[in-house]
């Protein structure tokens, strides 16, 4: 998954340079971009928070919702993008960027690190499998 964090940001990057070209282009690029940015959210939703089940409850438990929370920001971005990608209005990159940014180091320093410690062979087997149901 932190492998597709790098993968998310180079598509965003790609978007940031198709800007000023002809609409049809910077929007294919940016379908691409949001089509692969929802399944990242959508994996981590459905087939690895799904399966946490942390040891530390009161931490645990206030990370998946913060996650979540996040999750529903970034996609609520990425429409008004979108929306002003189409308008032709400025697009708001580096917020949005700053913001996916810090999304992604929250996970990549707190979230998979306690999943790799804490989820057991078959939990970690299951949710590969419930990623690979997704992606295939
Ligand atoms: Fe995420
Ligand atoms: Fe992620």
Same mark, same amino acid.
């Given at each position: 998954?932190?492998?597709?964090?790098?993968?998310?940001?180079?598509?965003?990057?790609?978007?940031?340079?198709?800007?000023?070209?002809? /609409?049809?282009?910077?929007?294919?690029?940016?379908?691409? @971009?949001?089509?692969? $940015?929802?399944? &990242?959210?959508?994996? %981590? *939703?459905?087939?690895?928070?799904?399966?946490?089940?942390?040891?530390?409850?009161?931490?645990?438990?206030?990370?998946?919702?913060?996650?979540?929370?996040?999750?529903?920001?970034?996609?609520?971005?990425?429409?008004?993008?979108?929306?002003?990608? /189409?308008?032709?209005?400025?697009?708001?990159?580096?917020? @949005?960027?700053?913001? $996916?940014?810090? &999304?992604?180091?929250? %996970? *990549?320093?707190?979230?998979?690190?306690?999943?790799?410690?804490?989820?057991?062979?078959?939990?970690?087997?299951?949710?590969?499998?419930?990623?690979?149901?997704?992606?295939?």
């Amino acid at each position: 998954m932190t492998m597709d964090h790098t993968r998310l940001l180079k598509l965003l990057r790609d978007v940031e340079k198709s800007i000023g070209m002809e /609409l049809v282009s910077v929007m294919k690029v940016f379908d691409t @971009f949001e089509w692969e $940015l929802e399944k &990242h959210i959508f994996i %981590e *939703e459905k087939a690895i928070f799904t399966s946490y089940n942390p040891t530390n409850i009161l931490e645990g438990y206030k990370m998946v919702p913060e996650l979540i929370k996040q999750h529903n920001d970034i996609l609520n971005r990425i429409r008004v993008m979108r929306k002003d990608l /189409l308008w032709n209005k400025p697009v708001k990159y580096n917020e @949005f960027k700053e913001f $996916l940014v810090t &999304h992604k180091t929250f %996970e *990549e320093e707190s979230l998979y690190p306690k999943l790799d410690q804490e989820l057991t062979i078959p939990q970690k087997e299951e949710i590969i499998k419930k990623i690979r149901e997704i992606v295939s």
